[in-house]
């Protein structure tokens, strides 16, 4: 098991960091959806996307009213007509969820996506219109 965020007393259950470097390695999966497990307060898998999955995909697999974590293997053309890869990592707290839930999620943010070597973009979202996959490609093209 990984260990406690002092911030926040979440750990960060192992099988995350597997399922992590499988996508980025292996390419077994376009997403992954975690979540804060309330009971063992441990970040944990929730959804896997297949590698077929689209964008759209991960977006249906948010739940409208509650906190997650998320990464997704964007594949996208630059300006220059360069296909590229970046791992985009997405803080998802709708601004519907819960205080406490919010409050959770955003304090154990930066540990548990240090956790994941290998992010390259990070984006932080209270609607779906912050996290569009236009607004996303930008941020990668930028970075």
Excluded: H
């Excluded at 959806?33 to 441990?42: N, P, V």
């Excluded at 409050?103 to 154990?108: G, I, N, P």
Aim: a neutral charge.
């Amino acid at each position: 098991m990984g260990q406690a965020n002092a911030a926040s007393g979440i750990a960060v259950n192992d099988n995350c960091k597997a399922k992590f470097l499988e996508l980025k390695a292996k390419r077994n999966y376009r997403y992954i959806i975690f979540r804060i497990e309330d009971a063992s307060q441990m970040v944990v898998v929730d959804k896997l996307g297949d590698p077929n999955d689209k964008y759209e995909d991960l977006i249906a697999g948010l739940p409208s009213n509650e906190c997650r974590y998320a990464v997704f293997d964007l594949d996208f053309t630059t300006n220059e007509n360069c296909q590229k890869s970046k791992i985009v990592f997405i803080a998802w707290a709708p601004d519907i969820a819960r205080v406490r839930s919010k409050m959770v999620y955003a304090s154990s943010k930066d540990r548990f996506r240090k956790e994941l070597d290998g992010v390259q973009v990070e984006l932080q979202a209270t609607d779906l219109s912050e996290m569009s996959y236009d607004i996303v490609k930008e941020r990668a093209i930028s970075i």
